[in-house]
């Protein structure tokens, strides 16, 4: 196994729980809208200026991983995954649906499966 995969496989169940946790908090920032959020700031300003962030967070994302150390690309990454869950709980549009699109496309896929 190389180095890339160790790496890979590091991704627990704990963490994948953990993305589930923060949809949650998302919804249920979503309905209580409590002061002082920043979830509840970008709420309140609309679709239009939450995919305004997930451009930018993309494009910052994108200006770390050729200019910077890994650490900068992993700070960004992590705010542009924030904002893209944001912004589809903004829609309502569960993370489950995107995930099983992606397995969906695999399962199509002519390559060797997974756990094959
Ligand atoms: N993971 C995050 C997270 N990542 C990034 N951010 C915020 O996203 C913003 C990133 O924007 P920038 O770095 O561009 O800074 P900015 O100056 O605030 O940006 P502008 O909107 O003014 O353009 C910062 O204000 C961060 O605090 C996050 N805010 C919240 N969370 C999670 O959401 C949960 C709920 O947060 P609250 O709703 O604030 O309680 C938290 O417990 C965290 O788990």
């Known amino acids: 196994m190389s180095l ?15 993305l589930i946790e923060l949809e949650e908090l998302l919804y ?19 679709i239009d200026k939450i995919a305004q962030k997930v451009g930018e967070e993309a494009v910052e994302t994108v200006i770390a991983s050729k200019n910077t150390k890994d650490k900068e690309t992993i700070n960004e990454a992590a705010d542009l995954i924030f904002h893209l869950m944001l912004l589809l709980a903004e829609k309502e549009i569960p993370l489950h649906k995107v995930i099983k699109k992606l397995r969906k496309r695999h399962d199509k896929g002519s390559h060797k499966h997974i756990g094959e």
């Open 4 to 18: 890339e995969m160790a790496d890979i496989k590091t991704l627990t169940k704990k963490d994948l729980k953990f």
């Open 28 to 46: 249920d920032r979503k309905s209580e809208m409590p002061d002082g959020s920043y979830t509840t700031s970008m709420y309140k300003k609309g």
